[in-house]
């Protein structure tokens, strides 16, 4: 009986404590703008300022609920916390306002004066207590400084004699200007603590100009023409002989190029001596080949011109090989040709005597 006595007395003792405790216990609201009230309470003690309300609190503090029969409770409302993420602001620079060099973003619609401690945690000034801000990054050093991107797409123009520029259409950036022709990998000129430029390419193309040439041409031996202005340079192909030779222009300046639209060709003509014919006693006949060359052969050119005078010859060619650049040649076959006709017509003379002869030695046999 005494033992079961001791352990219900133990029992109480542990109770007891316990009891206390839970009275003691303080609840906890979060502020949410309206009034926080606790059901049976009829008045409010406000722990913090020491006084007395009759309407339940909404503010952020500790109170203590006073119940009819002399009970209480003691809560109290907490503030309402609001998460915050900080970054930089790219667009600040120098002289700006302070406050504007970061940037916050959170949910709800808050108005806060963004500020830092002398560690530089953030905190928000000019805004009750009843809001609790959690920055994230939490310090300065932590947020990373994000520069503003300048960029430009690669780019071609052809050349126009005066300045191209390029804009960044940024006021404090200067433009970029180029003139000659030639391939740019460029970027602007920027203050890297707030901006970074990414490089681009600028290409200049040279401008055309068409060419009207005259004629160009020599004989052939002689050295070639000029072939050359101030502003280009004009090459043909190679060789020597009489023919026509490819032209081409090359610009003195790397900002023109030159293209031939007329007279394209270089010509060789033949030797002036070459071109003049040689003088023959006879006039060609109509089936002569009266080209002039650079070596007449007689025996080709003259082919019918010494022909048989009667019809009994066949139409045989009388073939006389004549050296043009020697006038003793052609007056010897000619003299050959009179020789060999004056045998022939002897010939026929003596042939037609034979035939009289045998026809009236024929008619005397018969009488």
Known sequence: MKKLLGVLLAFLMCCVPIGIQADEEVLSFEYTGQKIEIKGAFVYYLLDDGIYVSTAPMDCGRYRAIYSDGSYIDYEITPKVV???????????????????????????????????????????????????????????????????????????????????????????????????????????????YYESIPFKVTILPKTVQLRLNKYQKYFGEKDPVLETDDYILTREVGEDVGNYKLTAKSKSRNYKYEIIENDVFTILENKLQQIKPEVTDQPSNDENKEPLQSVNALNKDKNKYASATDMESNKDIETKVDKESQKTETKVVTGVSNFTSMYYLMMVSSIAVIIYILIKKRNVKS
């Open 83 to 193: 998460y915050v993420n900080v970054r930089y602001n790219k667009y600040w620079r120098q002289g700006d306002p302070e406050e504007n060099r970061y940037l916050c973003e959170y949910d709800g619609d808050y108005e806060f004066k963004l500020d830092s401690y002398v560690n530089g945690d953030f905190k928000a000034v000019d805004y009750n207590d009843n809001y609790k801000f959690e920055f994230e990054p939490k310090n300065k050093k932590d947020v990373e400084i994000v520069k503003t991107t300048i960029t430009h797409p690669d780019v071609e123009y052809v050349y126009t004699g005066s300045d191209i520029v390029i804009d960044s259409k940024v006021d404090s950036i200067s433009p970029i200007a180029f003139k000659n022709v030639g391939e740019y990998i460029v970027s602007f000129n920027v203050d890297s603590n």
